[in-house]
């Protein structure tokens, strides 16, 4: 089982609409949870992080993370063409190993 | 303020050349990443540096080593290169575990 695991898309929403972005992953040591997205040909950029059950809301965007289930997700409200990216969901390992995984990546299309 | 800097942007291999890919940030970070990205694959971790005078493997090290030159500086060398390591390498850093990471802007790497 790959450690950080994302729904493989391509996910295509219209202008205005929610699009749901989900991640799961296999340790459950895990502490850190952080949603990036990347522009083609870019490098990517951070949105937003969590560490904590439940929801964190940052503007448009709110993280939802369930440790027991083992899965993260964000959500983007009023999607905008410019929203149109690769999302990358990273997970960092707990305890003092610092390693930083990422799931494949979900494709979001907006269309206008 | 430059945050990583990765040197050279762009690079052309022979088959069984080697070559260094450098990169350096000022923002005196601990932890330092190197990943490659493939169509499809997202990014996946070869090595990474949780401070200064420690390496770790990643996903998929083979063929590669590295070295954590100083605080600032983390090299990544491909001895031999193949056709199969034909990709981008982002390197990236970040202060502790629960922070973010900043990536540099790439180096587009093919091996002919």
């Known amino acids: 089982q790959k450690e950080v695991e994302q729904n493989s898309g391509p996910l295509s929403v219209p202008e205005g609409a929610i699009a749901s972005l989900n991640c799961t992953y296999s340790?459950?040591?895990?502490?850190?949870f952080f949603w990036y997205r990347q522009y083609s040909g870019k490098s990517p950029e951070l949105i937003m992080f969590?560490?904590?059950?439940g929801d964190k809301e940052d503007g448009r965007f709110t993280a939802q993370l369930n440790k027991a289930s083992q899965y993260v997700s964000l959500l983007i409200r009023d999607s905008q063409p410019s929203d149109s990216a690769t999302y990358l969901c990273?997970?960092?390992?707990?305890?003092?190993?610092?390693?930083?995984?990422f799931g494949k990546g979900t494709l979001l299309t907006v269309n206008p | 303020n430059a945050g990583v800097t990765q040197t050279p942007k762009f690079q052309v291999l022979k088959t069984g050349q080697s070559m260094t890919l450098q990169c350096a940030q000022d923002?005196?970070?601990?932890?330092m990443y190197w990943y490659r990205q493939d169509p499809g694959m997202g990014l996946r971790l070869i090595y990474y540096?949780?401070?200064?005078?420690?390496?770790d493997k990643g996903e998929v090290p083979n063929g590669y080593n590295v070295s954590r030159l100083n605080k600032r500086e983390f090299s990544l060398r491909l001895e031999s290169a193949a056709p199969s390591q034909t990709s981008v390498y982002f390197c990236?850093?970040?202060?502790?575990?629960?922070?973010?990471?900043?990536f540099g802007q790439g180096t587009r790497l093919t091996v002919v």
């Open positions: 990236a850093s970040s202060e502790v575990w629960d922070t973010e990471a900043f």
């Open positions: 340790d459950r040591g895990s502490q850190s």
């Open positions: 969590i560490y904590s059950n």
């Open positions: 990273a997970v960092r390992s707990g305890g003092s190993n610092y390693k930083l995984t």
């Open positions: 923002m005196n970070h601990n932890s």
């Open positions: 540096s949780a401070s200064e005078g420690t390496t």
